[in-house]
């Protein structure tokens, strides 16, 4: 158990629909970050968040938007979905800020299924 | 556009032998690698790391080698154990500034034969 929390496990959605996705970070990690692994493209960076501030975009669409909460939680809002958004969504955890590398931790994911 | 690469979808290796699984970058500017390690139905785990200044690291039955000329790093395991069996991801990332997105390969799935 890494200590990160992914809700919901498993969602099943239609075209065109909005999801949110939320994540609960270990205990004294203030960054966030969000993967998503799709069958073809492997497991892509989204974005990350520190402290409630976004620190750095990868491959996000414009469709996808995440916040990062004063609690430190964070939520993915996935808008006009499409088929090819069916995917596992990880979210990650880690005490970041610093200039060296943090390790980060994984949560189980959510696997999203659009229809 | 793939920076890192993982060529070999899946490996099969003997319980007690060595298993080499394999990557290669194209960012120069990668300064940092590592690799995770994933079970079914569960989030990626950190296995082991290696900055770009050394060429080896070693945590037990694990080894990670750098050529930063080839712009290649494989991941030793010796001997392999049925518990190996998983996915296999390398990733990198580029350090400093706080922003610290990974950039994965496409993951190897490793296969122990008893």
């Known amino acids: 158990d890494s200590g990160v929390t992914q809700t919901p496990k498993h969602l099943i959605t239609a075209t065109g629909q909005r999801v949110t996705l939320r994540c609960s970070p270990r205990s004294g990690d203030l960054s966030v970050y969000w993967y998503q692994q799709s069958l073809d493209q492997g497991l892509q960076f989204l974005i990350q968040y520190y402290n409630g501030e976004e620190r750095a975009k990868g491959n996000i669409l414009e469709r996808f938007s995440a916040q990062q909460f004063p609690d430190l939680h964070s939520e993915l809002n996935l808008s006009s979905l499409e088929l090819g958004d069916s995917a596992l969504y990880f979210c990650a955890s880690s005490v970041g800020g610093s200039g060296t590398y943090n390790e980060q931790f994984f949560g189980p994911g959510t696997r999203l299924t659009v229809l | 556009d793939q920076q890192v690469k993982q060529n070999s979808p899946s490996l099969s290796v003997q319980e007690g032998r060595i298993s080499i699984l394999n990557c290669d970058y194209t960012n120069s500017m990668f300064d940092y690698f590592l690799w995770y390690k994933k079970y079914p139905a569960e989030g990626p785990t950190f296995l082991i790391s290696i900055s770009s200044i050394k060429d080896k690291n070693e945590d037990g039955r694990f080894t990670v080698f750098l050529n930063k000329s080839a712009k290649h790093l494989s991941l030793h395991i010796v001997p392999s154990q049925p518990g190996d069996s998983a996915v296999y991801f390398c990733?990198?990332?580029?350090?400093?500034?706080?922003?610290?997105?990974?950039?994965f390969g496409k993951g190897t799935h490793l296969i122990i034969q008893p």
């Open positions: 990733a990198a990332i580029l350090t400093g500034g706080g922003a610290d997105g990974l950039t």
